[in-house]
């Protein structure tokens, strides 16, 4: 089995969107926040991709292939950089860098830390990764397994984040919230 950053960013937005994608039904084509996405990420650090790249990063936790890209990897500094779009900071983006600093762990590279930047906010904030919350990204990680195994959809949350999720429609088709 896989778990990927992606699944690990939707299971702390809503179970059922991480079900969703995780059995393949993705709709994020569609979005137009992703492509909006796409293209901040581009345009906010064009110098930077001429110096460095993505980065997948890969490991292996109790037989679960874990992955994810990562924006960028200053190798002297030991600093991850994630950009996110969206002009709100949230406990999502922050459980992606720490899992991606727990795989760098699991590949012996002791000592990183994140930066999340913000351009639209013109803000950073610095991750750093603790004992605490490898314990519980082992807990996120065995719950996203349980999740990509069960043939159970969860509920829909009916919240304020569903108005802009590229699952909207499949969740709500004939319902108002
Ligand atoms: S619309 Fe709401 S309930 Fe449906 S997947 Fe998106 S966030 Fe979850």
Not at 31 to 50: A, P, Q
Not at 64 to 69: A, C, E, F, P, R
Request: with cysteine; aromatic share 10%; charged share 25%.
């Amino acid at each position: 089995m896989q778990i990927n950053a992606t699944l690990i960013n939707l299971y702390h937005i809503c179970k059922r969107e991480c079900w969703l994608h995780s059995h393949g039904i993705t709709m994020e084509h569609t979005s137009d926040t992703v492509y909006d996405g796409k293209l901040l990420h581009e345009n906010s650090y064009s110098g930077r991709s001429e110096k460095h790249s993505e980065m997948i990063v890969e490991a292996i936790y109790n037989g679960i292939s874990l992955t994810g890209k990562v924006d960028f990897y200053d190798s002297r500094q030991k600093i991850i950089h994630e950009t996110k779009r969206g002009n709100k900071v949230e406990q999502a983006h922050v459980w992606q860098v720490k899992f991606y600093l727990w795989m760098f762990q699991l590949n012996g590279i002791e000592g990183a830390t994140a930066i999340l930047e913000y351009p639209l906010l013109r803000k950073i904030d610095r991750v750093e990764l603790t004992v605490d919350d490898i314990r519980y990204l082992i807990h996120a990680v065995s719950e996203i397994a349980s999740l990509k195994n069960s043939d159970h959809c969860p509920s829909v949350i009916n919240a304020k984040i569903c108005e802009s999720c590229s699952y909207f429609e499949l969740c709500y088709v004939g319902e108002s919230i």
